[in-house]
């Protein structure tokens, strides 16, 4: 299944949703929740979210399942509910999608830090198939495994996808700007290393998303594009760079702001766009329209 390979050749650019987290706060996620145990609770909150994205018109929408590993549900008491979870995650976008938008499964960081013993290869690749297996059975598409900071266990995470679904991949990482001016992983990584890893790995859709506004997806996006020519890259960017009001995390970036990136965003190489934290249907629309012009 290559719905995302084949639409992007269809379209040229493509968009996918916004945050989830800053939708389901507004819903009334409160902190200390867990959020994907909404998708068994709260089914119809979780619906509306996708729905808002949807009826927007992008092309694809991710599913309510960012930390639905054994090891994050684990600290929820679910870690027997991981395949239920899951499914349900991404049957509940399927049903807010029409035919032709792709359902695209989140698959985020467990938290658990390979180098620092917390885990072993073994557990970390069956805890990913797990949740790659729910997903598929509730009807995702493509799976993208985001907001990754350590390249060992985006890799493991690939892996784990594609020997046990049939589901696309997109690999997608966060990097942070150093003191030396460049940006890395957490782990150290450059851009061009974490993306030639994964494509190693088999992966054929890339991507960066959160830790970062549009303006500096700029330079990453020139990175990547200057060494492969060819790959597709989706960037969802953080509605700018937080800061804290109130006891409050606010990206302040509005829809117009991070629309006025879109003609450089696109012109640098970006394929795929949407938005992570702080982002909402409104940032989307608006990018969505910067594209047509
Ligand atoms: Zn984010």
Redesign the pocket.
Known sequence: MNKIQEKLKEKGTLFVDG?WGTMMQNAGLKPGECPELWNLEHPEKVYEIAKAYADLGVDMVETNSFGATRFKLGNFGLEDKVFEINKAAAGLTKRALSEDQIVLGSVGPTGKILMMGDVTEEELYDGFAEQAKGLEAGGADAAIVE?MTALDEALIAVKAVRENTDMEIVASFTFELTGAGEFRTMMGNRPVEAISAVIAEGVSIVGT???NGLERMIPIIEEIRAEFKDVPILV?A?AGMPHLHDGKTVFPESPEEMAGFIPKIMDVGANIIGG??GTTPEHIVKMMNAAKE
């Open positions: 945050a907001t998303n959160c830790g969802n953080n992570c934290c």
